[in-house]
């Protein structure tokens, strides 16, 4: 059984900076698509960022402010976040995907990719 695990979402305020953990198991993530998504309350699931033998690809509303990294090690990939803004509050799901099926804008979870963490929160409040 696969299995997604987000951590690391909290409160913060506008300005400062999360780190986003995702950690697996029953599946290789340096054999994967990974990636991670957000939905915001009343919004539609978007696509954050997608990484994929260590090639990371952005939105336009989050480029230069997050980056996204991977750890083979230690199955787990993260989302660093920076210079936070209210409208990045969500709930933030990491995904993985055999063939790097990543929606941009859909539902979370969706049938298109294999597999889902359960989210973690980020608010960005003052």
């Known amino acids: 059984e696969v299995q997604l695990v987000e951590s690391g979402g909290d409160s913060v305020q506008p300005g400062g900076s999360l780190t986003l953990s995702c950690t697996g198991s029953?599946?290789?993530?340096?054999?994967?698509?990974m990636a991670w998504y957000r939905q915001a309350p009343g919004k539609e699931c978007e696509l954050v960022s997608t990484i994929n033998s260590g090639s990371g690809t952005y939105s336009d509303s989050v480029k230069g402010r997050f980056t996204i990294s991977q750890d083979d090690a230690k199955n787990a990939v993260y989302l660093q976040m920076n210079s936070l803004k209210p409208q990045n509050t969500a709930v933030y799901y990491c995904a993985a995907d055999v063939d790097g099926s990543f929606p941009g804008r859909t539902s979370c979870p969706n049938d298109e990719t294999n597999y889902w963490g359960q989210g973690t929160q980020v608010t960005v409040s003052s």
């Open positions: 029953g599946l290789s993530f340096a054999d994967s698509h």
